[in-house]
């Protein structure tokens, strides 16, 4: 019996080390590091939000793309509108009915760097869904939240849209 669980001691110590061995070869770095991530480029200007939605997004772009207060920065500016709709097509006695809102955004990416580069326009969507009950304070804050969900799934689509064009 002694011999048994010595050998299992073994066995289990000899796979401790073969897993520590395969993951001391991984290596954990952010996706866009390296060459893209340092680019100058990266180094963006935003224009003030006018809307909720536009701040959430210029928050969200601002903090995975980087902020640079130079003159020669590109400028980024972004225009968000939200609309919702009913999910349901027929009516129901059920007072939870489902609602969808929907984000839009169009991001413009002007060069300022004196170059003869046009303007990049982005425009991308994205939709959160919330369940409207009835009563406003709740359907409004969940309308509220719905629409900032969206608005941040689009300002990651639009991140990397503009991640997409700079690599170019």
Same mark, same amino acid.
């Given at each position: 019996?002694?011999?048994?669980?010595?050998?299992?001691?073994?066995?289990? $110590? !000899?796979? /401790?080390?073969?897993?520590?061995? =395969?993951?001391? &070869?991984?290596?954990?770095?952010?996706?866009?590091?390296? %060459? *893209?991530?340092?680019?100058?480029?990266?180094?963006?200007?935003?224009?003030?939000?006018?809307?909720?939605?536009?701040?959430?997004?210029?928050?969200?772009?601002?903090?995975?793309?980087?902020?640079?207060?130079?003159?020669?920065?590109?400028?980024?500016?972004?225009?968000?509108?939200?609309? $919702? !709709?009913? /999910?349901?097509?027929?009516?129901? =006695?059920?007072? &939870?009915?489902?609602?969808?809102?929907?984000?839009?955004? %169009? *991001?413009?990416?002007?060069?300022?760097?004196?170059?003869?580069?046009?303007?990049?326009?982005?425009?991308?969507?994205?939709?959160?869904?919330?369940?409207?009950?009835?009563?406003?304070?709740?359907?409004?804050?969940?309308?509220?939240?719905?629409?900032?969900?969206?608005?941040?799934?689009? $300002?990651?689509?639009?991140?990397?849209?503009?991640?997409?064009?700079?690599?170019?």
């Amino acid at each position: 019996m002694s011999s048994c669980k010595a050998l299992c001691r073994t066995v289990l $110590a !000899g796979l /401790m080390l073969g897993f520590g061995v =395969t993951l001391s &070869a991984c290596s954990f770095s952010p996706v866009y590091s390296g %060459t *893209l991530a340092e680019h100058p480029t990266l180094n963006l200007a935003y224009a003030k939000p006018k809307t909720r939605l536009e701040q959430i997004i210029y928050q969200e772009l601002s903090l995975r793309l980087g902020q640079s207060g130079s003159d020669m920065a590109p400028l980024l500016s972004v225009v968000a509108s939200a609309s $919702a !709709g009913d /999910m349901m097509v027929t009516t129901t =006695t059920n007072p &939870a009915k489902p609602v969808e809102v929907t984000v839009t955004a %169009t *991001l413009t990416m002007t060069p300022r760097d004196g170059s003869a580069l046009k303007p990049q326009v982005f425009t991308r969507s994205a939709a959160a869904d919330y369940t409207r009950s009835g009563q406003v304070l709740a359907d409004n804050a969940a309308a509220d939240e719905a629409g900032e969900r969206a608005a941040r799934s689009a $300002a990651e689509s639009l991140r990397l849209a503009v991640l997409a064009s700079l690599s170019r």
